[in-house]
């Protein structure tokens, strides 16, 4: 582009200046030479042809002066005053003919001019002798008059060839002007198609070159319309207003380009953050699912030990029958004993199924209480993910704003791309509530979580309480099976060993109470766990739902990224 700036009036502004200026050349050649012509016009009719008339005169004073002396001569009454007229129109025939020798600049007028000044006053010479002779009647008067006849016809052909030649040279003056105007009229005829040729050839060209250039322009716009921002730029060739628009619609095309990548690369990392963000729920919902069957585990467990523990209570209630018997009578003490030491044996043995299944139980707590910190970790990532995502919806929200201001100062011809940014801008705010959404629902799914792993850590601490009493159960049924052998050994021990027995199986009651009573709260978490499981899975099938809208967001993203030719 050129470095010095020429706007278009200034460039209009030379051409009419160009034009201006040949038509004054044109002007003042056409009136230089007009005046030249004007002049020589004048000098044609004031000196020229007024020589001509000034010759004429002279001629005519002359044949005056002939008549004047005919009347002199022939007519005696009239004498004076016909002496009068010939010598005043001789003097001034004479004058006009001296003038006109001495004007003339031609040298054959000059010479011939001469040649009748001399004639004339020889004449004139004549005439005096003639008018002499005539006034004392002289006989020698018909001489002189003869003489001067003579001199007459001679005179006259004088002033005719004088005449002629003056008539000649008016007529070529006269031709030579006529052929210089002629020449004017052509020159400057010639010289105003000359100029027609060039301004008409200066406009084509310009107006071409003026048209071409809009028309890239135009053909820039309409390709920035059709969304095709592929096409190298047209640098501008001159420094001017349509130079000016040619950069803005440079820098324009450059800035929509980066916002177009700008946007595909958040579509690209939107749609990764979604997949990401799919993986993860689907791999929670898997452990959601894990935990629900280990809890419906844990709960069938603590079922089937409740009902263990309901035959220790029914077992423990036979013993301290039986221990009332032993009291009541002596008779069926051995009978009743016997019948104490099977029940012993059979709640040792369920003892012992009950410490199995409690330590079941507690290795599923354990598994339960991991699950759900790896439920609270994942949740935390899920956290990350939506925080990104929902930063990706932000800038996204920016950009396409952004866009928008930019289509807004291209006025007509950006009004396409600015139904595209306004979308974007849509989907960036249906993205931003989506991760919104999903943002609640993971808090609330962290409070759940959190809740639950309250919830196991107190079920744990009862199983453990619950392992203490079973373990204490135990010693009770050993301390049983020990008195039982000992009243074996001696009917003397009876009375002992029942009051021991009986305090025993109190304890045995109270314990197994005890563990009841854990029990139906171990039953109870399980199913809080067991429910808030169900509201994790729900919650995780939300989130699943949500993060495909937001992958279908973010195809419809790049689908309408995709129209723009890069």
Not at 153 to 174: C, L, N, P, R, Y
Not at 207 to 218: E, T
Request: charge should be negative; aromatic fraction near 4%.
């Amino acid at each position: 582009m050129n470095k010095m700036r020429l706007s278009i009036a200034v460039q209009l502004g030379g051409m009419f200046g160009l034009t201006i200026v040949l038509l004054g050349c044109i002007l003042g050649v056409t009136l230089y030479n007009l005046m030249d012509n004007s002049s020589k016009t004048e000098s044609i009719i004031k000196h020229t042809a007024a020589r001509t008339v000034a010759l004429k005169g002279a001629h005519t004073d002359f044949t005056r002066a002939l008549l004047d002396m005919r009347g002199f001569l022939f007519y005696a009454d009239g004498a004076a005053t016909y002496e009068e007229g010939y010598r005043k129109n001789m003097k001034n025939s004479l004058e006009a003919v001296t003038h006109y020798v001495e004007t003339t600049q031609a040298v054959d007028i000059k010479a011939e001019g001469d040649k009748l000044q001399k004639l004339i006053t020889t004449y004139t010479d004549i005439g005096d002798r003639v008018i002499a002779a005539k006034k004392v009647n002289d006989p020698n008067l018909s001489k002189i008059i003869a003489e001067g006849r003579n001199l007459v016809g001679e005179i006259d052909k004088q002033f005719e060839h004088v005449s002629d030649m003056q008539e000649k040279t008016f007529g070529e003056k006269a031709q030579d002007m006529i052929a210089t105007n002629s020449k004017v009229v052509f020159g400057t005829s010639l010289a105003a198609l000359f100029f027609l040729v060039l301004i008409s050839a200066l406009v084509t060209w310009y107006s071409g070159n003026l048209s071409g250039r809009l028309k890239s322009v135009s053909q820039s716009l309409a390709e920035i319309g059709e969304l095709d921002l592929s096409k190298p730029d047209l640098q501008p060739t001159r420094d001017d207003e349509i130079g000016d628009m040619g950069l803005v619609i440079i820098k324009m095309r450059h800035v929509l380009k980066d916002i177009t990548r700008q946007i595909q690369e958040g579509g690209k990392l939107l749609a990764l953050a979604s997949e990401e963000l799919t993986a993860t729920v689907d791999e929670q919902m898997k452990s959601v699912n894990m935990v629900a069957q280990s809890i419906q585990d844990i709960a069938a467990g603590a079922t089937q030990n409740a009902n263990s523990i309901n035959d220790i209570s029914a077992t423990l209630e036979e013993i301290s029958a039986g221990a009332e018997q032993i009291s009541a009578g002596a008779a069926e003490l051995n009978d009743n004993t016997q019948l104490a030491v099977q029940e012993a044996s059979e709640g040792m043995h369920l003892l012992s199924e009950v410490v199995s299944q409690n330590e079941m139980v507690s290795q599923a707590m354990t598994e339960i209480n991991t699950v759900t910190l790896n439920l609270s970790q994942g949740s935390n990532d899920i956290k990350g993910i939506v925080e990104l995502i929902n930063g990706i919806a932000g800038q996204t929200n920016l950009l396409a704003l952004n866009a928008a201001i930019e289509a807004a100062r291209a006025g007509e011809a950006g009004r396409g791309f600015a139904v595209v940014a306004e979308e974007v801008r849509k989907l960036a705010e249906q993205s931003a509530q989506a991760t919104q959404n999903i943002a609640e629902i993971i808090e609330r799914m962290g409070n759940e979580i959190d809740h639950a792993v309250e919830s196991v850590g107190r079920a744990s601490e009862e199983v453990a309480k619950g392992s203490t009493t079973i373990h204490s159960t135990q010693q009770g049924f050993t301390v049983i099976n020990e008195k039982l052998a000992v009243v074996k050994t001696g009917i003397s021990q009876i009375a002992a060993s029942v009051k021991e027995t009986a305090k025993g199986t109190e304890a045995m009651v109270a314990g197994v109470q005890n563990i009841s009573a854990i029990a139906e709260e171990t039953s109870s978490s399980t199913q809080m766990v067991a429910a808030s499981t169900e509201e994790q899975n729900a919650s995780m099938q939300e989130i699943n739902s949500n993060a495909a809208s937001l992958a279908k967001m973010a195809g419809d993203l790049n689908a309408i990224v995709k129209r723009f030719k890069l």
